[in-house]
Nanobody, 122 residues
Framework: HVQLVESGGGSVQDGGSLKLSCVAS????????LAWFRQVPGKEREGVVG???????TYADFAKGRFTVSLDNAKNTVYLQMNSLKPGDTAIYYC?????????????????WGQGTQVTVS
């Protein structure tokens, strides 16, 4: 499986912004479906945005208009730009990858996961 490493988490104030990065160990553009998930202790992992291998995207309702996913093919890196952050966005954020998925925001579909990065909004 492809290896994934996230970074960019931190603590921000209500209304602030953060940009998360997820570096993959191999070429991902056109080969893998990618997604960002988040998880709060005691709750299930929640899909934030999915990026299909054809470049199409699927955003969770709470992410629309605030979060943006992008892919740097040369760096094998997927980003999550998060604006207008709210305390309810506090969670550990994970990136995930797998091949040929139908449901991009279904956590159980993914076999490759990063270690997660903490985002705290206060």
């Amino acid at each position: 499986h492809v290896q994934l490493v996230e970074s960019g988490g931190g603590s921000v104030q209500d209304g602030g912004s953060l940009k998360l990065s997820c570096v993959a160990s191999e070429k991902i553009a056109g080969s893998y479906c990618l997604a960002w998930f988040r998880q709060v202790p005691g709750k299930e992992r929640e899909g934030v945005v999915g990026l299909d291998d054809d470049g199409s995207t699927t955003y969770a309702d709470f992410a629309k208009g605030r979060f943006t996913v992008s892919l740097d093919n040369a760096k094998n890196t997927v980003y999550l730009q998060m604006n207008s952050l709210k305390p309810g966005d506090t969670a550990i954020y994970y990136c995930a990858a797998d091949r040929a998925l139908t449901w991009l925001l279904e956590a159980d579909a993914y076999h490759s996961w990063g270690q997660g990065t903490q985002v705290t909004v206060s």
